[in-house]
């Protein structure tokens, strides 16, 4: 079994930066990738970023490319979520999430898709004032 556990949201005006953080607990499960989402009031939750534990180019959704940054930090399995230049249609409740994988199992491509992956946070809430 695998814990995730978010922190670092809050409030913050537009335009400023936020910082999101997600510890994974230790597995005997491989990781895969590990992602964020987030969801709004009356809406569907949504991918946001992505990144693939053995490196690589990060996903990321179109409405945040250039102002978040995903990164993770191996050794301590930390993800993370740097936010800046927020904007009122950010405020959502943002989850980490990710994809473990056993022995018999492959791993896979990250994606933004919610179904790919198996583990979840409780969530943080994030939210911007104009």
């Known amino acids: 079994q695998v814990q995730l556990v978010e922190s670092g949201g809050g409030s913050v005006q537009a335009g400023g930066s936020l910082r999101l953080s997600c510890a994974a607990s230790?597995?005997?499960?491989?990781?895969?990738?590990m992602g964020w989402f987030r969801q709004a009031p009356g809406k569907e939750r949504e991918g946001v970023a992505v990144?693939?534990?053995?490196?690589?180019?990060?996903l990321y959704a179109d409405s945040v490319k250039g102002r978040f940054t995903i990164s993770q930090d191996i050794a301590n399995n930390t993800m993370y979520l740097q936010m800046k230049s927020l904007k009122p249609e950010d405020t959502a409740m943002y989850y980490c999430?990710?994809?473990?994988?056993?022995?018999?199992?492959?791993?896979?491509?990250?994606?933004?898709?919610?179904?790919?992956?198996?583990?979840w946070g409780q969530g943080t809430q994030v939210t911007v004032s104009s």
């Open positions: 999430a990710a994809r473990f994988y056993g022995l018999g199992s492959l791993p896979k491509l990250p994606t933004l898709n919610e179904a790919d992956f198996n583990y």
């Open positions: 990144i693939y534990s053995g490196g690589g180019t990060p």
């Open positions: 230790a597995s005997t499960y491989y990781k895969n990738y």
